[in-house]
């Protein structure tokens, strides 16, 4: 079986989608597509959800692929030509710990995010937190995933309750 070409990786914030989908990218020799970059102008100005679908579509009638995400307005898109969703379906309070640490470490570092936006501590204490995000989005991103590995038109889904499962999958995916 040759290695999948078209990646969805999908999760709740601070599940690690990212970081994954570079160790794919990386280990697979395909192109990575980060979609904080596609979605956020600088600022944190949000790109109009026609624009978003526009610039996924784009990316999606490519060979060759990972996206580290799919968001309301566009998120048929890449599940209509994905080879595989990997789901990252951990336990809340483990992708809750992973945001909460990788939110501090951005804030005392000032690491850029993406398109030169950064955490600040009035968006981390804010109503659009990324930690209230995770909060109000667990359930559905749960749901959704099991959704799809439980519907047999779609693509493949594999999902991930652990991050030693996900290194086991890792360790035997082709180079």
Known sequence: MSPPARILVYGVYGSGK???AARLAQRLGLPWYPVDD?????GWVEVPVGQQR???EEICRRDRWILD???HGWRDVPLARADLVVGLDYPRWLSFWRLLRRTLRRLLTGEEICNGNHE???SVFSRDSVLVWHASAFGR?????RGWQADPSGPPVLLFRSPA????WLADLPR
């Open 69 to 71: 995400g799919a968001y």
């Open 54 to 56: 526009s610039r996924i």
């Open 141 to 145: 991103a749960r749901r959704r995933m």
């Open 38 to 42: 596609l979605l956020w102008q600088p």
């Open 120 to 122: 600040s501590l009035g």
């Open 18 to 20: 990212s970081t994954l």
């Open 165 to 168: 499962a996900l290194d086991r």
